[in-house]
């Protein structure tokens, strides 16, 4: 069965601090895909980015950086210089190849802090 | 280009009731999804449509069901509300050459009491 987790539940930083949000997930697949989405507080999950799983190449957009290591299933989220604008639910998620049956961390309440 | 939209935003019913929720998906997207996301937990995947047949469907019971028509929008039925239906609703919609990126309505928040 396909799981993800997200260890930290809530984290606080000041802006402009770095914060990076953990995910680890567990798929018995190997052609997946992993995602990262944003909520924030009016409710509509935001796409931020996909990955596969045979793209271990890191990404960088804007003040957003992933890291995907598949040896230690582990797709983290690094946001830059944070800014309030940030604070919102992040969630991680996983699907098989054909984009079916996406499973989502229980996700990570961010709260930049002015 | 419109996106995603639900109706209704918010919807008290009382245990036992039926509901139909909506759901109109992006401007040429034939894929849609519906997801349950309970207070303080990620969405759960229920179903998914793709040219208005069931494509896939996650632990939900069959009291949850759907339907998509033929403009690609779709509806979500509940029968035999329990107070555990409590939540907000997702659908979210692709395009068949990019289904793995999904867009997501604002959803509907329901209420069983």
């Known amino acids: 069965a396909q799981k993800v987790t997200q260890a930290q539940t809530e984290i606080s930083v000041v802006e402009k601090e770095d914060v990076t949000l953990d995910c680890v997930y567990e798929?018995?697949?190997?052609?997946?895909?992993l995602f990262w989405y944003k909520q924030p507080p009016s409710g509509e999950l935001v796409f931020l980015i996909r990955?596969?799983?045979?793209?271990?190449q890191n990404e960088i957009s804007g003040r957003y950086s992933w890291n995907f290591q598949k040896s230690t299933s582990s797709f983290n989220f690094t946001i830059t210089a944070s800014q309030v604008v940030d604070s919102a639910v992040y969630f991680c998620?996983?699907?098989?190849?054909?984009?079916?049956?996406?499973?989502f961390g229980p996700g990570t309440r961010l709260s930049v802090l002015p | 280009e419109t996106g995603v939209t639900q109706s209704p935003t918010h919807l008290i019913k009382t245990r036992g009731q039926q509901v139909t929720l909506r759901c109109s998906s992006q401007?040429?997207?034939?894929?849609v999804s519906w997801y349950q996301q309970a207070l303080g937990q990620g969405p759960q995947f229920i179903f998914q449509?793709?040219?208005?047949?069931?494509?896939g469907r996650g632990n939900f019971p069959p009291r949850f069901s759907g339907l998509q028509f033929p403009n690609y929008s779709s509806e979500l039925n509940v029968n035999a509300l329990e107070l555990d239906d409590s939540a907000l609703y997702l659908c979210?919609?692709?395009?068949?050459?990019?289904?793995?990126?999904?867009?997501f309505g604002p959803g509907t928040r329901l209420t069983v009491t």
């Open positions: 979210a919609s692709s395009a068949t050459t990019s289904i793995y990126e999904q867009y």
């Open positions: 798929t018995r697949d190997t052609t997946y895909y």
């Open positions: 990955r596969n799983s045979f793209d271990e």
């Open positions: 998620a996983l699907s098989g190849n054909y984009g079916q049956n996406f499973v």
């Open positions: 401007s040429g997207h034939n894929t």
């Open positions: 449509y793709y040219r208005e047949e069931e494509n």
